[in-house]
């Protein structure tokens, strides 16, 4: 079945580095377009980025841009997210998702920003 | 960026209420409009998209409707599994934006 399953997840210090991985499966991966969503302890849901299918097009939250990098790797049916100069407000649940609209959803990874 | 904003922000009904949760955007998205349902520690899930499209295996008591700036998410006969978040989506634009929750509650 359609299954996405992210991993990476952890602690780290401010100012540190995290990359996620998400791995796809049950459907045609380079088909997609795929984005990141976080939900923070308590918070509701935002989204993070998206990437085309080619990898060509990609768009962030102002509230990561130029510090996340979204990437993919169509050949191994993986989405990533390289985070880096990581903030305490950027703890939180990280969903992968297939785009348009967001289904299905991974089991999410949490990461926490703390020293 | 497209604000989303969801109304009520939390409410609590019975078991076979009908049960209807408001949703506006800042501008008109025409019909991109999705919902989902949170239950505690799991992730979301898609039960309609552009805005009154049933996803497949959600229950028929589940129905949006809407276009433009106003979209409406009804529960007609609302049953114990469907205490949970809701929340609203525009994918019209990018950033996507969601809506900021409501939350369903036993009375």
């Known amino acids: 079945q359609v299954q996405l399953v992210e991993s990476g997840g952890g602690l780290v210090k401010p100012g540190g580095s995290l990359r996620l991985s998400c791995a796809a499966s049950g459907f045609t991966f380079s088909d997609y377009y795929m984005s990141w969503i976080r939900q923070a302890p308590g918070k509701g849901l935002e989204w993070v980025s998206h990437?085309?299918?080619?990898?060509?097009?990609?768009h962030y939250a102002d509230s990561v841009k130029g510090r996340f990098t979204i990437s993919r790797d169509n050949a191994k049916n993986s989405l990533y997210l390289q985070m880096n100069s990581l903030r305490a407000e950027d703890t939180a649940v990280y969903y992968c998702?297939?785009?348009?609209?967001?289904?299905?959803w991974g089991q999410g990874t949490l990461v926490t920003v703390s020293s | 960026d497209i604000q989303m904003t969801q109304s009520p922000s939390s409410l609590s009904a019975s078991v076979g209420d009908r049960v209807t949760i408001t949703c506006r955007a800042s501008?008109?998205?025409?019909?991109?409009l999705n919902w989902y349902q949170q239950k505690p520690g799991k992730a979301p899930k898609l039960l309609i998209s552009?805005?009154?499209s049933l996803h497949s295996g959600v229950p028929s008591r589940f129905s949006g409707s809407g276009s433009g700036t106003d979209f409406t998410l009804t529960i007609s006969s609302l049953q114990p599994e469907d205490f949970a978040t809701y929340y609203c989506?525009?994918?019209?634009?990018?950033?996507?934006?969601f809506g900021q929750g409501t939350n369903v509650e036993i009375k």
């Open positions: 552009a805005a009154s």
């Open positions: 989506q525009q994918r019209y634009s990018t950033p996507r934006t």
């Open positions: 998702a297939r785009d348009g609209p967001f289904d299905p």
């Open positions: 990437i085309s299918s080619s990898g060509n097009t990609i």
């Open positions: 501008q008109s998205i025409s019909s991109y």
